[in-house]
Each structure stands twice: as C-alpha cells, then as structure tokens.
C-alpha cells in the first residue's frame, strides 16, 4: 500500500557529510512522522532522528548538533543531513513513516529496505 525507497548511503571517510533521502508512496493521505533508524552489526535497532508533519524534531543523543532531519510534505520526503561522520555511526539505516492510509484513515507504520552507511578512512 505505501512504499518507502532510501537513497544515499554508502562509504563514507570520518567527518564525512552525506545525506540520505527517503521517498514515500502509495496510497497516502497524510503521514504522522517520518524518522530514520540504524541497526549496527550485533546491535538493536535504534531511533536516530524523527520529525513531525510540523517540523517537531527529536534526536538520539549521540547524534545531537551533528545530523540534521528534515522533511518535504508535498513529496512526501524525509532528509537525513548527516555531519561529522564517526566510524560508530557506520549502521544499515532504515526509513520509517507513521502513515493515515488514504481511503482508509487507517494508520499503520511503514519500513524502507534500509541503506547501508559504512565510515571508514
């Protein structure tokens, strides 16, 4: 019903700056919050950054002052801005979106493939 596809990642040297995008599709009528999660090898998965359709952020605290999330409403797009890459941020990084699915007003969250981000010199 609704897709999400991420693009951006990939190797990055530390202090690296990339940005990932996330396009959602589908059978949409609004959409909640759109976030960005990461799973590290033999770790859990965990929040990164997540906004709201008014543009309310929150972060993980060890990317506080260093990534950036924003959003498009009317493509329906989430950006991660990433800053200062460190070697421990390197993680498959999922897209995530809080949907009210159209014809529906069912909400329902969606998942993106996930894109890896590897730092490393």
């Known amino acids: 019903q609704v897709q999400l596809v991420e693009s951006g990642g990939g190797l990055v040297q530390p202090g690296g700056s990339p940005r990932l995008s996330c396009a959602a599709s589908?059978?949409?009528?609004?959409?909640?919050?759109m976030g960005w999660y990461r799973q590290a090898p033999g770790k859990e998965r965990e929040l990164v950054a997540r906004?709201?359709?008014?543009?309310?952020?929150n972060y993980t605290d060890s990317v506080k002052g260093r990534f950036t999330i924003s959003r498009d409403n009317a493509k329906n797009t989430v950006y991660l801005q990433m800053n200062s890459l460190k070697p421990e941020d390197t993680a498959v990084y999922y897209c995530n979106a809080v949907v009210v699915v159209a014809g529906t007003l069912i909400i329902r969250e969606y998942w993106g493939q996930g894109t890896q981000v590897t730092v490393s010199s």
């Open positions: 906004i709201t359709g008014g543009g309310r952020t």
């Open positions: 589908g059978r949409i009528f609004s959409i909640n919050v």
